[in-house]
C-alpha cells in the first residue's frame, strides 16, 4: 500500500513504547471464500476476545470498502474545521431518537468556541439511500459529499452481512437467520459516523479521556481510525470490574493498520446468541505520542437489526437456553432497546461531567 498517499491520514507514526493490544488479522477473501480455518478463526475471536482486523486489500469489496473510508474521513476533514459551530449545530436529530443514526454531536465546548473533545456527524442509511418515504435530506454543509457517504454506507453493509453470514452458520442457525435483519434497505438505524478528535496543542493540560468504556449498541461495527487513540481490555483484566472504573494499566492501545478495517460485534448479538458471542468493550483517549498534536479522524459504519426485531435470543444447539431469571427481562424491539442502551451511556456520562464538575453538568446535546 502507497502510504505517501495517505500522509493526511497518517501525519505522525504510532510509538513504538505503548502495550499494544495482541489483535489478529483475518482475510476477507477467505471469509468470502467460506475456508474452514478463517471462519473458526473468527468464530472463536468474536466469542472471546472481541476485536479482529479485517484486511481489506486481499478482495475488491475490502479495496472498495476501505476507499469509501479513506473518502469519508477526508469529507470530515474537509468540513469540520471549516464550518461554524452553529451551521453544525443545526444538523439536529429528532426529538426523542436516541440511536444516534443521524446529526451532529459535539461534547465539551473550548471558550473560543472550538470542540474540545470530539465532534461528530452520523449519516442514516435508510433515509441516504432513498428507501421509505422520508422528507429527510443532508444539511447544506454535507450536502457536497452525499454520493461519497453513499458508497461507504452500501460498502458497509456488503461487509456485515459477510460476518454475520459466517457467524449464522457457526451458530447453526438457519440460513438468513442474521443476515435477513440487516439488509440494506431495512429501517434499523444503521448509520455512518464520521469523528474528529481535534489534536492538542498544550498536552500538559488535557483529559485523557474522550470517548468512555462502551459496548456499541449495534450488531456489526466496522472502524476504520489511522492514529492510536483507541483502546481495548487486555484479555488478562481481571473479571468483574466496574465498566467505568477500570485503571488505565489494564487498557491496551489498538495500533491502527493501514489496508484494515477493525471489526467487533455490538451488544445485539450478545442478545441474539445469549452471551455466546462477546460484544468488545473499548474507550478512546488521547492519541498516544506524538500523534497527540494531531486531528484524529474515524471512520464508523454500523449495522443493527430491522427496527421491529425483537431483541430475545435464538435457539439453537449451540446457544444455551435462558434461565429462569432471563425469560423474566421484558423484551424490547430493536429501536426500542438500541434508544435506552444509547440513553444509559448518555446517563452515565452526564453524570460523570457532574462528579468532575462538582455540580449539575449535562453535556450540550444536539438532539
Ligand atoms: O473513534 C473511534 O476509534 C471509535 C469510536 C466509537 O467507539 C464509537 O463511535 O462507538
Ligand atoms: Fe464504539
Known amino acids: ?62 479495496r472498495k470498502l476501505w476507499e469509501d473510508a479513506c473518502t469519508a474521513a477526508r469529507s470530515g476533514m474537509e468540513v469540520f474545521p471549516h464550518t461554524p459551530l452553529a451551521e453544525k449545530r443545526d444538523y439536529k436529530a429528532p426529538k426523542g431518537v436516541k440511536v444516534l443514526d443521524r446529526g451532529y454531536q459535539v461534547g465539551a465546548v473550548n471558550e473560543d468556541g472550538t470542540p474540545r473533545d470530539s465532534e461528530m456527524f452520523m449519516i442514516p442509511q435508510h433515509e441516504m439511500l432513498g428507501f421509505g418515504k422520508s422528507e429527510w435530506t443532508l444539511p447544506a454543509w454535507l450536502a457536497k459529499h452525499e454520493e461519497r457517504f453513499q458508497n461507504a454506507l452500501r460498502s458497509g453493509n456488503v461487509i456485515a452481512n459477510v460476518v454475520l ?124 505520542g506524538d500523534q497527540i498534536y494531531h486531528d484524529k479522524y474515524s471512520v464508523l459504519l454500523v449495522a443493527r437489526p430491522e427496527a421491529t426485531t425483537p431483541m430475545k ?20 424491539n430493536s429501536f426500542e432497546w438500541g434508544n435506552r442502551r444509547i440513553q444509559q451511556l448518555q446517563d452515565f456520562i452526564d453524570g460523570l461531567q457532574t462528579r468532575r464538575a462538582g455540580k449539575e453538568a449535562k453535556l450540550e446535546r444536539s438532539w
Do not use: C
Open 165 to 288: 453470514g459466517v457467524l449464522e452458520k457457526k451458530l447453526q442457525l438457519a440460513p438468513g437467520t442474521f443476515t435477513s435483519l440487516h439488509r440494506l434497505t431495512d429501517s434499523s438505524g444503521d448509520f455512518l459516523r464520521v469523528i474528529r478528535y481535534p489534536g492538542s496543542k498544550d498536552v500538559s493540560r488535557v483529559d485523557p479521556l474522550r470517548f468512555p468504556p462502551h459496548k456499541d449498541a449495534v450488531s456489526v461495527a466496522i472502524l476504520f481510525t489511522w492514529l492510536g487513540g483507541l483502546q481495548m481490555i487486555a484479555p488478562d483484566a481481571p473479571a468483574g470490574l466496574n465498566q467505568f472504573m477500570i485503571p488505565d494499566e489494564h487498557w491496551r492501545w489498538i495500533k491502527p493498520v493501514p489496508g484494515t478495517a477493525l471489526i467487533n460485534l455490538g451488544e445485539a448479538m450478545e442478545i441474539f446468541t445469549n452471551g455466546v458471542l462477546k460484544a468488545g468493550m473499548h474507550r478512546i483517549v488521547k492519541a498516544p
Open 1 to 62: 500500500m502507497d502510504l505517501n498517499r495517505l500522509r493526511d491520514l497518517y501525519p505522525a507514526p504510532f510509538p513504538d513504547n505503548v502495550p499494544i493490544a495482541d489483535i489478529q488479522k483475518l482475510s476477507l477473501k477467505k471469509l468470502l471464500d467460506d475456508d474452514p480455518i478463517e471462519t473458526q478463526k473468527m468464530f472463536d475471536i468474536l466469542s472471546g476476545v472481541g476485536f479482529f482486523y479485517l484486511d481489506m486489500m486481499d478482495h475488491e469489496k475490502g
Open 313 to 332: 435470543a435464538f435457539e439453537s444447539p449451540v446457544i444455551p437456553p435462558l434461565t429462569a431469571e432471563q425469560a423474566k427481562a421484558p423484551v424490547y
